[in-house]
């Protein structure tokens, strides 16, 4: 999951430039099926994009996300499913030079008892690290936003005793960039992280005539999180329907329910 942070100054004649020198190679989410007591290990590839020598510091924190948009990272041990104790970074701080590809490794010690279980997670942060500047053009200082990753170390203890359980929060039709776009909030109330699929089977509200099947994108859902799954409907005419929505994971887990939906194209 990426998360952009931009740094603002109140300062006049201030600049803000958004720069990406880094990137993640193998991913932003790293999923373990992990068993009492045992030891894991696992790796972060990362690339110096740039032209300039570029340091980049790695630490670990909580984070939770809900369908509106918010993602909240605290503090490691806030959340009750957190992981970041069981995690050992080779190193916390890096120098790589231009164009240069290194990896970070961890490690997972798996605690010997633990009693519940389903998901534990936690992610690891990957920062540049940027000099504020002086400018000698201008008064003020020039302040260079950074792009930084947030990577899932998400680690299934006893998986085959856990179970997501997904369930509809909301529905709603929207207009966007000129599109009817179908928007599910999907909330994961059960103890196993899963990668649920949204599913829309629209039907003719006098005949029940199967109309169109559209799907959205496949998205991760931690334990007590939401999302959003994202659907374009804009191939239906303006009409009220009969509809029914599924939810299905990897694991071909299916949870539907019915809906009326309304599209005003106009």
Request: charged share 25%; glycine share 4%.
């Amino acid at each position: 999951m990426i998360r952009r942070i931009l740094f603002l100054t109140t300062l006049l004649f201030s600049v803000c430039f958004l720069k990406a020198n880094i990137v993640i190679l193998n991913g932003l989410s790293h999923n373990h099926k992990v068993e009492n007591g045992q030891v894991y290990k696992g790796r972060i590839s990362i690339e110096n994009i740039s032209n300039q020598p570029q340091s980049v510091k790695l630490f670990l924190q909580d984070f939770t996300y809900q369908a509106d948009g918010s993602i909240n990272y605290t503090a490691p041990n806030t959340n009750i499913k957190t992981n970041t104790n069981w995690i050992k970074l080779n190193t916390n701080l890096i120098s790589l030079k231009a164009k240069e590809k290194t990896e970070i490794f961890y490690e997972i010690t798996v605690p010997k008892q633990i009693t519940d279980s389903g998901s534990y997670w936690s992610v690891v942060i990957v920062e540049p690290v940027e000099n504020i500047k002086p400018s000698n053009e201008k008064q003020g200082i020039n302040i260079t936003s950074v792009v930084r990753y947030a990577i899932q170390i998400i680690t299934d203890v006893d998986s085959e005793k856990a179970k997501p359980d997904l369930k509809f929060e909301s529905v709603k039709i929207e207009k966007e960039e000129g599109k009817q776009i179908l928007k599910i909030a999907i909330a994961n109330k059960g103890n196993l992280y899963c990668k649920p699929t949204a599913t829309v089977e629209i039907y003719n509200k006098k005949n029940g005539e199967k109309l169109g099947t559209f799907s959205s994108l496949t998205m991760g859902l931690l334990p007590q999180t939401s999302k959003s799954f994202l659907i374009d409907i804009s191939k239906m005419p303006s009409d009220k329907y009969n509809a029914v929505l599924i939810a299905t994971d990897e694991e071909e887990n299916a949870f539907a329910i019915n809906v009326e939906l309304e599209v005003k194209n106009d």
